[in-house]
């Protein structure tokens, strides 16, 4: 009776998952404004997993967290995307972390050289999909 007991128990507690990588502040830290190239933050953080649409525009990182309870579908709770810049000449001109706020893309930490913020609209639709992806799109399905 105590095994069914346990076993019931361990199938209602969450189960949590990670997906995608984001660079903490402080290897963030490592990127300087006006100074770091694409290469010294490929060195600094690792290349990203998407890159804007315009050449050279931003690279974004993107993060989620996922959370399961027995059988039921993964729900995502928490999905983070740092966003970094660039000027025509390839420096960094702003760095950004965006999280969400009931389902609304918010700004958790601003580095920029100027208040021109580039590919907003990219990150609204990364972040707004929140709700939109199951775990299962990110798994393998031998």
Known sequence: MAGLVLAVLAACSA?????GYV??????EEVVVGQSTQQDVADAVGRPS????????????VGSRFRQVGLRA??????Q?????????????????FG????????????????NIKGLSFLQQLLG????????DFLNKN
């Open 15 to 19: 189960i949590y998952s990670n997906h």
């Open 23 to 28: 660079p903490t502040d402080k290897d963030l």
């Open 50 to 61: 998407s890159i804007g649409i315009l050449t050279g525009s931003g690279w974004y990182y």
């Open 74 to 79: 993964p729900v995502e709770i928490d999905r």
């Open 81 to 97: 995307v740092v966003a970094i810049s660039y000027d025509d000449e390839g420096v960094v001109s702003n760095v950004e972390r």
């Open 100 to 115: 969400l706020e009931k389902g609304q893309a918010v700004v958790i930490s601003r580095r920029v050289t100027d208040s």
């Open 129 to 136: 999909n929140i709700g939109n992806l199951s775990a299962a």
